[in-house]
C-alpha cells in the first residue's frame, strides 16, 4: 500500500544554521507533496507544497526538493531560528474529482538549539 | 489562529461511552476533514466532507461517524469507546479546489478513554 515515511524521528540544529528534513514516500502516483509544522500544542500548519512535475519550489526561508528518481522528499529551512522548532510532517495527495485527502508522514521533530 | 475552532478542547470519559465532537470551518470553507493523531499511528485522516456530503473516507472505525451540517460546521461522534480510541482529534478545513492543498487545522480536541 502507499505510505510516506520520514527517514529520523528527530533532528537537532544550532541557531542560523540551515536545516534539512528528509522524507521518503512510496506511492508514485501521487500528484503532490506537502510539508506541515505542528508546534506544540497546535494543530499541524501548511508550510509550502510542491506539483510532482517539479523538482524544486522555494518559498519564505524554506525550499522543498522532490527527486522522484528515488522518491524521496525534502524540505530546507535557512536560518533556522528558535520558532522553527516544531514537528514536521511530510504528507502526499493524489488528486481525483473533489478527494482532497492527504496521507501523512510519522513526523520528525526539530529542535534548534540557542 | 487558523480560523477553524473545535470544542471542546478536551474530553475526558470512560470506556463504552459516546462523545461528540465539533467543528466550525474557516468562514467560506466547504471542506472538512477529520485526522486522528497518536503517538503509534501519527496522523491518521478519518473522513472528508464537502458542503454536506461525505466526499472521502480514510480510516474511520465503523463506531465513529461524522456529519456537516447545513450551515457547515460538522461533527464527529465516536461511540463504543476504547481505551485505543484516546488521541487528538482535528479537524481541518478548506476551500473548494480540488488542487488546493492547503487545510487548516483546528486546536484539536484531546480525547482520553480510561
Known amino acids: 500500500g502507499e505510505s510516506v515515511g520520514l527517514h529520523l524521528p528527530t533532528l537537532s540544529v544550532q541557531e542560523g544554521d540551515n536545516s534539512i528534513i528528509n522524507c521518503a514516500y512510496s506511492?508514485?502516483?501521487?500528484?503532490?507533496f506537502i510539508w506541515y509544522k505542528q508546534e506544540s500544542g497546535k494543530g499541524p500548519q501548511f508550510i509550502i507544497d510542491?506539483?510532482?512535475?517539479?523538482d524544486k519550489r522555494q518559498g519564505q526561508r524554506v525550499t522543498v526538493l522532490l527527486n522522484k528518481t528515488v522518491k524521496h522528499l525534502s524540505l530546507q529551512i535557512a536560518a533556522t531560528q528558535p520558532g522553527d522548532s516544531a514537528v514536521y510532517f511530510c504528507?502526499?495527495?493524489?488528486?481525483?474529482?473533489?478527494?482532497?485527502?492527504?496521507?501523512f508522514g510519522k513526523g520528525i521533530t526539530l529542535s534548534v538549539r540557542p | 489562529d487558523s480560523g477553524v475552532t473545535q470544542t471542546p478542547k478536551h474530553l475526558i470519559t470512560a470506556t463504552g461511552q459516546r462523545v461528540t465532537l465539533r467543528c466550525s470551518p474557516r468562514?467560506?470553507?466547504?471542506?472538512v476533514y477529520w485526522y486522528q493523531q497518536s503517538l503509534d499511528q501519527g496522523l491518521q485522516f478519518l473522513i472528508q466532507?464537502?458542503?454536506?456530503?461525505?466526499?472521502a473516507k480514510g480510516n474511520i472505525l465503523e463506531r465513529f461517524s461524522a456529519q456537516q451540517f447545513p450551515d457547515l460546521h460538522s461533527e464527529l461522534n465516536l461511540s463504543s469507546l476504547e481505551l485505543g480510541d484516546s488521541a487528538l482529534y482535528f479537524c481541518?478545513?478548506?476551500?473548494?479546489?480540488?488542487?488546493?492543498?492547503?487545510?487548516?487545522f483546528g486546536p484539536g480536541t484531546r480525547l482520553t478513554v480510561l
Open positions: 506511492n508514485s502516483a501521487s500528484d503532490y
Open positions: 466532507y464537502y458542503n454536506g456530503e461525505e466526499r
Open positions: 510542491i506539483r510532482s512535475n517539479m
Open positions: 481541518a478545513s478548506s476551500e473548494a479546489g480540488v488542487s488546493y492543498n492547503e487545510q487548516f
Open positions: 504528507a502526499e495527495k493524489r488528486c481525483g474529482g473533489a478527494n482532497s485527502k492527504l496521507t
Open positions: 468562514s467560506g470553507d466547504l471542506s
